[in-house]
């Protein structure tokens, strides 16, 4: 597999963004429903946050348009490959559209939705090579992550979606990452959809959650012993530790598998602690026992490394890549350093000096939407 297409596999925004060009062009058109999809797309981007540069009429109209456009032409989904792809990358458009400018509370999930009941119409092999791959790769990172956010399990969790379409290539370290982390969501729709009046659910959940921790742990000391260069380097300057990373594979990589980490130890926590009732002989968290102080602080050091990755991330030449990336675990480290060390000062200055960074990187709007359920 090239650098290139490695790169790409690495970036939550990352292989089907760079087939859009070659879409667009196929069908000779630039007025058509995915440039239209596209246009909201960027019109949605600049016009996001309190200091929004588009105005909030244009990115609702664009958006409109956009879905309208769609709409005609999803019913010919099945007449050509060229059709399909290029259905497949507008939805795609429009869902983070909504992701970054919410137009309803629900509009994202039923884009998410018709993503994935599109990408099912084929089966997984389809998604093994060309554009069709490129797509796939691109998807599943965003889908899985907008499962862990609606806390509902996905397709993309049965072993055939996770191996046949890599058949021909070799996973980078964030999609391996992702085949360790997608049965997280199921468990936490088992907890939502279950009565537990006698601690059953919240018993086998537990042992769910520390088997998903040991898979993130194995993957981790995977990595690290087949990939080089797979290490942070933290900068100590007076605002603070920041981290530097050998690229962005390394820094989605380990952003994510920290907040996977923090989301399974804290989900543990809470039902050990609503059912004291779970024997002691319950699995360990890292050669822990879950009350252990031992792990809360490995929440707080994967929370604040979360935050010092956060210069990375947003820095300009990261793009969109860099800021889509960013989203999902900062939410989650800051809200649990809200949760374990709200009243620590040393903790409510990092926050602070954290903030700072976003602000200064013109993405206020992240802060305005810190409250996750994943830990609750």
């Given at each position: 597999?090239?650098?290139?297409?490695?790169?790409?596999?690495?970036?939550?925004?990352?292989?089907?963004?760079?087939?859009?060009?070659?879409?667009?062009?196929?069908?000779?058109?630039?007025?058509?429903?995915?440039?239209?999809?596209?246009?909201?797309?960027?019109?949605?981007?600049?016009?996001?946050?309190?200091?929004?540069?588009?105005?909030?009429?244009?990115?609702?109209?664009?958006?409109?348009?956009?879905?309208?456009?769609?709409?005609?032409?999803?019913?010919?989904?099945?007449?050509?490959?060229?059709?399909?792809?290029?259905?497949?990358?507008?939805?795609?458009?429009?869902?983070?559209?909504?992701?970054?400018?919410?137009?309803?509370?629900?509009?994202?999930?039923?884009?998410?939705?018709?993503?994935?009941?599109?990408?099912?119409?084929?089966?997984?092999?389809?998604?093994?090579?060309?554009?069709?791959?490129?797509?796939?790769?691109?998807?599943?990172?965003?889908?899985?992550?907008?499962?862990?956010?609606?806390?509902?399990?996905?397709f993309l969790g049965a072993p055939e979606w996770k191996t046949e379409p890599f058949g021909g290539v070799v996973?980078?370290?964030?999609?391996?990452?992702?085949?360790?982390?997608?049965?997280?969501?199921?468990?936490?729709?088992?907890?939502?959809?279950?009565?537990?009046?006698?601690?059953?659910?919240?018993?086998?959940?537990?042992?769910?959650?520390?088997?998903?921790?040991?898979?993130?742990?194995?993957?981790?000391?995977?990595?690290?012993?087949?990939?080089?260069?797979?290490?942070?380097?933290?900068?100590i300057s007076a605002a603070g530790i920041n981290f530097e990373f050998p690229n962005i594979t390394v820094a989605?990589?380990?952003?994510?598998?920290?907040?996977?980490?923090?989301?399974?130890?804290?989900?543990?926590?809470?039902?050990?602690?609503?059912?004291?009732?779970?024997?002691?002989?319950?699995?360990?968290?890292?050669?822990?026992?879950?009350?252990?102080?031992?792990?809360?602080?490995?929440?707080?050091?994967?929370?604040?490394?979360?935050?010092?990755?956060?210069?990375?991330?947003?820095?300009?030449?990261?793009?969109?890549?860099?800021t889509a990336s960013a989203f999902f675990p900062l939410h989650i480290a800051r809200s649990a350093l809200e949760?374990?060390?709200?009243?620590?000062?040393?903790?409510?200055?990092?926050?602070?000096?954290?903030?700072?960074?976003?602000?200064?990187?013109?993405?206020?709007?992240?802060?305005?939407?810190?409250?996750?359920?994943?830990?609750?």
């Open positions: 597999m090239s650098s290139n297409s490695a790169l790409s596999q690495s970036r939550i925004c990352g292989a089907w963004v760079e087939v859009l060009p070659a879409l667009v062009g196929a069908n000779g058109r630039h007025d058509g429903p995915l440039s239209s999809a596209i246009k909201a797309l960027g019109i949605s981007l600049i016009a996001r946050g309190p200091s929004g540069r588009a105005p909030v009429h244009e990115a609702i109209a664009a958006h409109s348009s956009a879905l309208k456009a769609v709409g005609r032409l999803i019913p010919h989904a099945n007449d050509d490959p060229n059709k399909y792809d290029e259905i497949s990358a507008a939805i795609m458009c429009l869902f983070l559209s909504e992701k970054f400018f919410p137009t309803s509370s629900s509009a994202a999930t039923v884009h998410a939705r018709g993503i994935e009941e599109l990408i099912q119409l084929r089966p997984p092999q389809f998604y093994a090579s060309g554009t069709p791959h490129k797509l796939f790769v691109g998807f599943r990172p965003i889908l899985i992550l907008h499962a862990f956010d609606t806390r509902t399990s996905t996973q980078d370290p964030l999609q391996t990452l992702l085949s360790e982390a997608c049965a997280i969501p199921a468990i936490l729709e088992m907890l939502d959809r279950c009565s537990d009046k006698n601690g059953l659910v919240a018993r086998q959940a537990v042992t769910q959650f520390v088997e998903a921790i040991n898979r993130l742990d194995r993957w981790h000391k995977s990595v690290n012993m087949t990939v080089g260069d797979f290490t942070p380097l933290p900068e989605n990589s380990l952003s994510h598998y920290w907040a996977f980490w923090i989301i399974c130890a804290i989900q543990i926590k809470q039902l050990t602690a609503q059912h004291p009732d779970i024997s002691e002989n319950c699995p360990l968290i890292d050669g822990e026992r879950r009350e252990n102080e031992v792990v809360t602080r490995k929440v707080l050091q994967f929370s604040s490394s979360i935050l010092a990755s956060t210069s990375f991330l947003m820095r300009e030449d990261m793009e969109l890549y860099g949760m374990f060390g709200g009243n620590d000062e040393a903790i409510g200055e990092e926050l602070r000096k954290n903030a700072e960074i976003i602000y200064q990187r013109g993405y206020e709007d992240v802060l305005l939407h810190t409250s996750t359920t994943l830990l609750s």
